[in-house]
């Protein structure tokens, strides 16, 4: 699995869920029609005191059964915008994973050169997690067996890395200083043919979209408490969530040229 193919897995989830989200919205605002009710239940050999429920969606028409816990409320513009912020939380979770494994795939061979960047001599891993190496390697000679020091620094190093978040633009500049690239911005201009002034709008941009991933994971995406005030979910906004997706595949695309 490339990074590419890694971000591309999530992305494609995170579309997912903005397509469920515009095929579940109830746009019905009537009950439904006694006739149509009658006869449906009729084909599906239902009672015809059962009591249905119909949800209309621009994709698909929904049947609620009898004593079902979902109701036509579930569907409405309100519930199903949970959906949109999932979909946020998968397209940064796709960049996060796509900066993770550029990180692990070249760590090694960034580090074999000879001048390093200043991350690149800072970072540590748990002496703990450099024993298991030292261990693997002994035993591999002990039992006569094939092992490659490399492939074991990579597991060091992903395990180190594993709780660690790149996600917003410091983060993901600080990752790619481990992979040797002193200016991501420079590099970013250089590769893409873009401005100083993209760089500070991509920057912008990466920052609030992350920022509002947090609040929808850590805070439920509840507005900060204020005394006397009522718990209301903030508005989200189906257009930003598929503006903010597109944004993302156009920064890994960028990404990818460094």
């Known amino acids: 699995m490339t990074p590419l193919e890694a971000f ?7 579309k997912r869920l903005l397509r469920m989200h515009d095929g579940l919205v109830n746009t019905r605002q009537r009950a439904i029609r006694s006739d149509w009710k009658a006869n449906f239940c009729e084909l599906m050999h239902w009672p015809q005191a059962s009591d249905i429920e119909r949800v209309d969606s621009k994709d698909a028409v929904v049947v609620l059964r009898h004593g079902a816990s979902l109701t036509p409320d579930d569907f409405s513009g309100d519930a199903v915008s949970d959906l949109l912020r999932s979909a946020i939380t998968f397209g940064v979770s796709a960049i996060d994973r796509y900066v993770h494994e550029r990180i692990i795939k070249g760590f090694v061979a960034a580090f074999r050169e000879q001048e390093l960047t200043k991350q690149q001599k800072e970072f540590q891993v748990p002496a703990t997690l450099a024993i298991e190496i030292v261990n693997r390697v002994h035993s591999a000679r002990r039992d006569a067996t094939v092992i490659r ?7 060091v190093v992903q395990e180190a890395l594993h709780k660690r978040p790149f996600q917003s633009w410091r983060e993901i500049e600080y990752g790619f200083c481990l992979l040797g690239c002193k200016d991501l911005g420079k590099e970013l201009r250089e590769n893409n043919n873009i401005s100083p002034q993209d760089i500070d709008t991509l920057k912008s941009t ?3 979209i992350v920022a509002r991933r947090n609040q929808i994971v850590h805070e439920g995406d509840l507005p900060r408490h204020q005394r006397g005030g009522q718990v209301y979910v903030q508005e989200i906004r ?4 598929e503006e903010s997706l597109t944004f993302l595949e156009d920064f890994t695309a960028k990404l990818e040229k460094v």
């Open 8 to 14: 591309q897995d999530t992305i494609g989830r995170a």
């Open 149 to 155: 020091p490399a492939n074991e620094i990579r597991k």
């Open 206 to 208: 990466l920052n609030k």
């Open 238 to 241: 189906r257009a930003w969530v």
